[in-house]
């Protein structure tokens, strides 16, 4: 019973290089998201989708695109990859209902950006 | 809109003594309110949550959490601390109003169990 599966766990980038992240689940849920994290800001939420080929922006949405072709992936993409984007990333998702359930969560990708 | 705050950057407790990590939210209606938990190097981890019913809701790891609407705070709990509780813990806030609504985090409090 895998949950979330975040790939990769680490990576470290360059300035200007792009990059995804893939997010893949396996419990037929609705509702993805995308957080980062960083020291004393908590989480984050940069986009999520409620269903297939849906999504929608966060708080922290500037510097990222996602996509959701599949029900299962979620990908987080970064074009052009700056400093200020060196975080930990989470991938969460949902059942049905948006809030009520709570979320399982990935064990997150460790990006660097030098 | 939803808020949740923790506080306390840090708590520090010794083991075998009663633990407790505060949280307060703002929400307009009835809200759903939950505790997780990070280790190092892993993905938040789902302690506890309440819905409705009971004020006193008990969770994973021998954790339980008051809910107290009057004060709006969700604190957690635990009677006696193990070393092994040391983590990252937050508190979120929902509400089930419409479809958009989200689940918003607190800042985290690190809490540290000293042996």
């Known amino acids: 019973n895998a949950g979330v599966t975040q790939t990769p766990k680490f990576r470290v980038l360059k300035t200007g290089q792009s990059m995804t992240l893939l997010c893949a689940q396996d419990?037929?849920?609705?509702?993805m998201y995308w957080y980062r994290q960083d020291p004393g800001m908590g989480l984050r939420l940069i986009h999520y989708s409620v269903g297939e080929g849906t999504t929608a922006k966060g708080e922290v949405p500037d510097g990222y695109n996602v996509s959701r072709l599949k029900k299962q992936n979620f990908l987080l993409g970064l074009e052009s990859a700056a400093p200020s984007q060196t975080s930990v990333y989470f991938c969460?998702?949902?059942?049905?209902?948006?809030?009520?359930?709570?979320?399982?969560f990935g064990s997150g990708t460790r990006l660097t950006v030098v | 809109a939803q808020s949740v705050a923790q506080p306390e950057d840090q708590v520090n407790v010794a083991e075998g003594n009663p633990l407790t990590v505060k949280c307060t939210y703002s929400v307009s209606g009835n809200p759903y309110l939950f505790w997780y938990v990070q280790y190092p190097n892993r993905g938040l981890q789902f302690l506890l949550k309440?819905?409705?019913?009971?004020?006193l809701v008990k969770g994973s790891y021998g954790f339980e959490a008051e809910f107290n609407k009057s004060q709006t705070s969700f604190h957690l709990k635990k009677p006696s601390a193990l070393v092994s509780d040391s983590a990252l813990y937050f508190c979120?806030?929902?509400?089930?109003?419409?479809?958009?609504?989200?689940?918003?985090f607190g800042k985290g409090t690190r809490l540290h169990i000293l042996p």
């Open positions: 309440y819905i409705t019913g009971d004020n």
């Open positions: 979120a806030v929902s509400r089930d109003m419409n479809r958009d609504d989200k689940i918003i």
């Open positions: 969460a998702s949902s059942y049905l209902r948006l809030s009520r359930d709570g979320y399982t």
């Open positions: 419990m037929n849920h609705e509702y």
